[in-house]
């Protein structure tokens, strides 16, 4: 039988020219004659691979000895340090079915273990295989794979997982043994008392943010205390909507102890990202048979993160994995209660409060469900995907485990659910984005078209096109949305948040005396943004001015700069007598002139501007059409306003202002065009040119 080692094809930075009975003498030959060692320290797979680390080796089986066992061919890859293993094939070839044992560190050969196929909803480049078992720290490996009774080990590639521990490893708890909390109230003493509670950490990646502090979930290790490489993950999404919860076993064998479930969650994640070529790992969560409770994907529990765990049914599910085979073994009380705890959790997070109820799902070819219908709220794989997932013995207690799951949905926090439903329920503020969590002095759900908010008393719920952007920084809304056009507009607290082009943004105030609420507030604060206005004073406090008229000079100062304060050298003398070189826009309004924006009135010596007078509506009008080119308009375009006739010195001017949207008059059908115009309304209409002409 040959012993030598495959050279790896994933990670090449680790020495494997050593054999493993050499590894070892060099471990002891480092500890001193007549040392103590202290402590009972877990057996290592390879004593290279440490303090956490995890390390893939890629086998082609082509290239490992085929021997006789028990009756059936196998690949031998002796001396093959491993803690767990899954295997790939190529694309397009059937599923074989695939079992691995591996020879423990006393020189016994554990059963043969199945591994489960893997689904790959997130590639066009799919790589085909099976998920990483775990079989315990081994020191040698043999694969088996049959398709209809013939063995095809010849096409696959074995990818051999040595995990290791971390003293944080330790640290674990099951969920029994965590203190349990009222969090009847989400102010700020049942928050810090949830935070004591979570085990969430602030830690977070490039790619995905950290969970925040979540309110009623049930106690969790986090990403960052179990040590998730986020060097090696990709950004995730999130759904608008959950419906169901998904329940798996991850399978390998079910002879681990509490501090090595970490181990596997690290390998699992290693696997799902490295040799599959995944985002993150597939499951949303993780539970052990200890019932400890493992934060899975990034990107937030509190969202509705896509997995990667049930083949087309991905976008609107929570996938849950439970570590080891449930296939003729019954997963333990711990890992049961934990598991129920989660659904209950995490369906109620999401204002669903019948764990055996159901919701409708779009079909899909290949699948077991391959058209439109209802699907439980909690399902196992096996119920979408053709698998065994998540094992009989763990399917058969399905029933048990929704009616425990709905007794802590019905025993859980809902704050929310009550402000939601005296809100109007879905119909108005539509389905959970962001369930219950901590966020600035807000504990927030938002929604696809609504927020729940509370701080320290009651919750609120308000309609809102928003919540699904919402941050703390906004505040609470103010009033109802609105349309402007195609725009929605929304006021909060602290500023105003526009939806305009399928883009959201939100505006804080510049001016003191221009409130979120007013009508015209995105428009004025764009105009400052835009560099046409800088009202009067600075900092907190700059005002504006809206509802005070606009003068001329003001107006023509605001077109020069809404055309970008164009390169002008200013005549010595005047052509308007009543604005002297001296005057403060004296060249704006000299630039005016030579464009042909403004006439004034009389002419010659006797010309004069008026630059300190109120700008009546219909002047405005003649300004934006000559700065626009004077583009083709006719006086019956006027006909839309009731009170401009088509003879009017400006029927034109008026009726281009209003075909082009810049103007949109009064709901009576007036343009009013003898009024003085306020200067909030100059700001929206010049704002509006300035979109049309392509200048913003």
Same mark, same amino acid.
């Given at each position: 039988?040959?012993?030598?080692?495959?050279?790896?094809?994933?990670?090449?930075?680790?020495?494997?020219?050593?054999?493993?009975?050499?590894?070892?003498?060099?471990?002891?030959?480092?500890?001193?004659?007549?040392?103590?060692?202290?402590?009972?320290?877990?057996?290592?797979?390879?004593?290279?691979?440490?303090?956490?680390?995890?390390?893939?080796?890629?086998?082609?089986?082509?290239?490992?000895?085929?021997?006789?066992?028990?009756?059936?061919?196998?690949?031998?890859?002796?001396?093959?340090?491993?803690?767990?293993?899954?295997?790939?094939?190529?694309?397009?070839?059937?599923?074989?079915?695939?079992?691995?044992?591996?020879?423990?560190?006393?020189?016994?050969?554990?059963?043969?273990?199945?591994?489960?196929?893997?689904?790959?909803?997130?590639?066009?480049?799919?790589?085909?295989?099976?998920?990483?078992?775990?079989?315990?720290?081994?020191?040698?490996?043999?694969?088996?794979?049959?398709?209809?009774?013939?063995?095809?080990?010849?096409?696959?590639?074995?990818?051999?997982?040595?995990?290791?521990?971390?003293?944080?490893?330790?640290?674990?708890?099951?969920?029994?043994?965590?203190?349990?909390?009222?969090?009847?109230?989400?102010?700020?003493?049942?928050?810090?008392?949830?935070?004591?509670?979570?085990?969430?950490?602030?830690?977070?990646?490039?790619?995905?943010?950290?969970?925040?502090?979540?309110?009623?979930?049930?106690?969790?290790?986090?990403?960052?205390?179990?040590?998730?490489?986020?060097?090696?993950?990709?950004?995730?999404?999130?759904?608008?909507?959950?419906?169901?919860?998904?329940?798996?076993?991850?399978?390998?064998?079910?002879?681990?102890?509490?501090?090595?479930?970490?181990?596997?969650?690290?390998?699992?994640?290693?696997?799902?990202?490295?040799?599959?070529?995944?985002?993150?790992?597939?499951?949303?969560?993780?539970?052990?048979?200890?019932?400890?409770?493992?934060?899975?994907?990034?990107?937030?529990?509190?969202?509705?993160?896509?997995?990667?765990?049930?083949?087309?049914?991905?976008?609107?599910?929570?996938?849950?994995?439970?570590?080891?085979?449930?296939?003729?073994?019954?997963?333990?009380?711990?890992?049961?209660?934990?598991?129920?705890?989660?659904?209950?959790?995490?369906?109620?997070?999401?204002?669903?409060?019948?764990?055996?109820?159901?919701?409708?799902?779009?079909?899909?070819?290949?699948?077991?469900?391959?058209?439109?219908?209802?699907?439980?709220?909690?399902?196992?794989?096996?119920?979408?995907?053709?698998?065994?997932?998540?094992?009989?013995?763990?399917?058969?207690?399905?029933?048990?485990?929704?009616?425990?799951?709905?007794?802590?949905?019905?025993?859980?926090?809902?704050?929310?659910?009550?402000?939601?439903?005296?809100?109007?329920?879905?119909?108005?503020?539509?389905?959970?984005?962001?369930?219950?969590?901590?966020?600035?002095?807000?504990?927030?759900?938002?929604?696809?078209?609504?927020?729940?908010?509370?701080?320290?008393?009651?919750?609120?719920?308000?309609?809102?096109?928003?919540?699904?952007?919402?941050?703390?920084?906004?505040?609470?809304?103010?009033?109802?949305?609105?349309?402007?056009?195609?725009?929605?507009?929304?006021?909060?607290?602290?500023?105003?948040?526009?939806?305009?082009?399928?883009?959201?943004?939100?505006?804080?105030?510049?001016?003191?005396?221009?409130?979120?609420?007013?009508?015209?507030?995105?428009?004025?604060?764009?105009?400052?943004?835009? $560099?046409? %206005?800088? @009202?009067? &004073?600075? !900092? *907190?406090? #700059? /005002?504006?001015? +809206?509802?005070?008229?606009?003068?001329?000079? =003001?107006?023509?100062?605001?077109?020069?700069?809404?055309?970008?304060?164009?390169?002008?050298?200013?005549?010595?003398?005047?052509?308007?007598?009543?604005?002297?070189?001296?005057?403060?826009?004296?060249?704006?309004?000299?630039?005016?002139?030579?464009? $042909?924006? %403004?006439? @004034?009135? &009389?002419? !010659? *010596?006797? #010309? /004069?501007?008026? +630059?300190?007078?109120?700008?009546?509506?219909? =002047?405005?009008?003649?300004?934006?059409?000559?700065?626009?080119?004077?583009?083709?308009?006719?006086?019956?375009?006027?006909?839309?306003?009731?009170?401009?006739?088509?003879?009017?010195?400006?029927?034109?001017?008026?009726?281009?202002?209003?075909?082009? $949207?810049?103007?949109? @008059?009064?709901?009576? !059908?007036?343009? #009013?065009?003898?009024?003085?115009?306020?200067?909030?309304?100059?700001?929206?209409?010049?704002?509006?040119?300035?979109?049309?002409?392509?200048?913003?």
């Amino acid at each position: 039988m040959s012993q030598r080692r495959p050279t790896p094809a994933t990670d090449t930075s680790s020495p494997f020219s050593l054999s493993r009975r050499t590894l070892f003498a060099a471990t002891a030959a480092a500890v001193p004659a007549g040392a103590v060692v202290l402590g009972s320290a877990p057996a290592l797979a390879d004593p290279s691979v440490t303090d956490g680390e995890t390390r893939i080796v890629d086998v082609p089986l082509a290239e490992v000895p085929l021997v006789e066992v028990d009756g059936a061919q196998a690949r031998d890859l002796a001396e093959q340090p491993a803690t767990m293993v899954g295997v790939t094939w190529p694309e397009g070839i059937d599923a074989p079915e695939v079992h691995v044992r591996g020879l423990d560190l006393a020189g016994e050969w554990s059963s043969w273990l199945p591994l489960d196929a893997a689904e790959d909803p997130e590639s066009g480049e799919a790589v085909a295989g099976t998920e990483a078992g775990w079989i315990g720290a081994v020191s040698a490996l043999q694969i088996r794979a049959e398709t209809d009774g013939t063995d095809v080990t010849e096409q696959l590639v074995a990818h051999v997982v040595t995990t290791s521990p971390t003293a944080a490893d330790e640290q674990v708890v099951p969920l029994s043994e965590t203190p349990a909390t009222d969090t009847a109230d989400a102010g700020d003493e049942a928050a810090q008392s949830q935070s004591r509670r979570m085990r969430t950490m602030s830690a977070s990646s490039a790619a995905n943010p950290a969970t925040p502090t979540l309110v009623g979930a049930p106690t969790f290790t986090s990403r960052a205390a179990w040590r998730a490489d986020e060097s090696q993950v990709r950004s995730t999404q999130g759904a608008d909507q959950l419906k169901s919860v998904v329940v798996h076993h991850t399978a390998g064998t079910n002879n681990y102890s509490s501090s090595e479930s970490a181990q596997i969650v690290r390998g699992i994640l290693r696997y799902h990202t490295v040799t599959l070529g995944w985002a993150d790992i597939g499951y949303n969560m993780l539970v052990s048979k200890y019932g400890q409770i493992f934060e899975g994907r990034g990107g937030g529990l509190h969202r509705n993160i896509v997995g990667a765990h049930a083949l087309s049914f991905n976008t609107g599910s929570f996938g849950i994995s439970v570590m080891g085979d449930y296939t003729r073994t019954a997963p333990p009380r711990a890992a049961q209660v934990a598991l129920a705890h989660l659904v209950g959790w995490k369906l109620l997070s999401t204002f669903q409060t019948d764990v055996k109820g159901s919701s409708t799902w779009s079909g899909a070819s290949g699948t077991k469900h391959p058209s439109s219908g209802t699907l439980p709220n909690m399902f196992g794989h096996r119920d979408v995907n053709y698998t065994s997932c998540p094992g009989d013995s763990l399917y058969a207690r399905f029933g048990s485990i929704r009616t425990e799951a709905q007794a802590f949905n019905d025993g859980g926090w809902k704050d929310h659910l009550w402000a939601f439903e005296g809100a109007g329920g879905a119909s108005k503020l539509g389905t959970v984005v962001r369930s219950a969590h901590r966020t600035g002095r807000f504990t927030a759900t938002q929604l696809t078209k609504g927020l729940v908010l509370q701080e320290s008393g009651s919750a609120h719920g308000y309609a809102t096109p928003f919540g699904k952007h919402w941050s703390a920084g906004w505040g609470r809304p103010t009033r109802g949305d609105s349309r402007d056009g195609d725009r929605r507009i929304q006021a909060f607290e602290s500023g105003t948040a526009a939806l305009e082009d399928g883009s959201v943004r939100f505006v804080t105030p510049v001016f003191e005396d221009v409130a979120p609420e007013r009508v015209f507030f995105l428009e004025i604060q764009d105009l400052f943004a835009a $560099g046409v %206005t800088e @009202g009067w &004073g600075g !900092g *907190s406090n #700059r /005002t504006f001015q +809206p509802s005070s008229n606009n003068l001329r000079d =003001a107006m023509i100062v605001f077109i020069y700069r809404a055309m970008g304060s164009p390169s002008y050298s200013a005549p010595r003398s005047s052509p308007f007598r009543d604005v002297d070189p001296g005057f403060v826009f004296y060249d704006e309004i000299c630039w005016a002139y030579e464009e $042909g924006i %403004t006439e @004034g009135w &009389g002419s !010659g *010596s006797n #010309r /004069t501007f008026k +630059p300190l007078v109120p700008v009546k509506r219909d =002047a405005v009008a003649a300004f934006l059409y000559r700065a626009a080119g004077e583009p083709a308009a006719r006086p019956s375009d006027a006909d839309q306003f009731v009170d401009v006739s088509r003879h009017h010195i400006f029927a034109q001017e008026i009726g281009w202002l209003g075909k082009s $949207g810049i103007s949109r @008059g009064w709901s009576d !059908g007036t343009f #009013r065009p003898d009024a003085y115009i306020k200067r909030d309304q100059m700001a929206t209409f010049v704002m509006r040119w300035m979109t049309l002409t392509g200048r913003y």
